[in-house]
């Protein structure tokens, strides 16, 4: 076996549910989570990477996942401008619909687009900085900090006051509130 393969066969042994729930996280649905895991696998193993450990890998690998999930988004709202697609009315049973969030957090995360939705995984679930995901997803800081504060606007109207805010984003958002109501 090749050096590429052992890293991925001990990064698939060892963090396939956590990357798995990290794409549930992203797309909201099990199966296309798998389908993100294994597009993001290939993009991260199709070329090679000298000294690429496992954990370095499942960077490239989250990063991938949100990469390829935003380009599908993308793909597919070109495509239904030009063609109408048929989609059955039933779904399958999902087998991830319990991963590490509870099911209001999992619809009011449904709700938002896609952008904001990869801005409040990483920010929240991957604890990253605002320059971290701008660097991640290829935003400026400023487009980062916009898609959050619509998305946590938007998830406290469903979900209620959330209480995860830093002293920063708590001030700036009271700042904010006292201005537009005046």
């Known amino acids: 076996m090749g050096d590429w ?101 999992l619809e009011a995360l449904a709700t938002l687009t896609p952008r904001e939705r990869a801005c409040v995984v990483l920010r929240f679930f991957d604890d990253l900085t605002v320059p971290d995901i701008a660097h991640q997803l290829g935003l400026a800081p400023g487009s980062v900090k916009r898609y959050l504060h619509d998305a946590l606007g938007r998830l406290e109207l469903l979900l209620g006051p959330l209480e995860d805010h830093d002293e920063a984003d708590a001030v700036d958002v009271s700042a904010r509130r006292r201005k537009e109501g005046e």
């Not at 066969?9 to 993100?36: I, K």
């Not at 290939?42 to 990063?63: C, D, I, N, S």
């Not at 949100?66 to 999902?94: C, K, M, N, S």
């Open 5 to 105: 393969r052992d890293t991925m066969s001990q990064l698939m042994r060892d963090r396939e549910r956590a990357l798995l729930g990290y794409a549930y996280l992203v797309c909201g649905n099990g199966h296309l989570a798998q389908d993100l895991v294994q597009d993001a696998l290939v993009r991260t193993f199709a070329h090679p990477r000298p000294g690429l450990t496992a954990t370095k890998a499942e960077a490239y690998v989250r990063r991938a996942i949100t990469t390829v999930y935003i380009d599908g988004y993308r793909r597919e709202q070109r495509w239904r401008r030009v063609q109408h697609l048929f989609r059955p009315t039933t779904e399958a049973v999902d087998p991830l619909a319990g991963v590490e969030a509870s099911a209001d957090v």
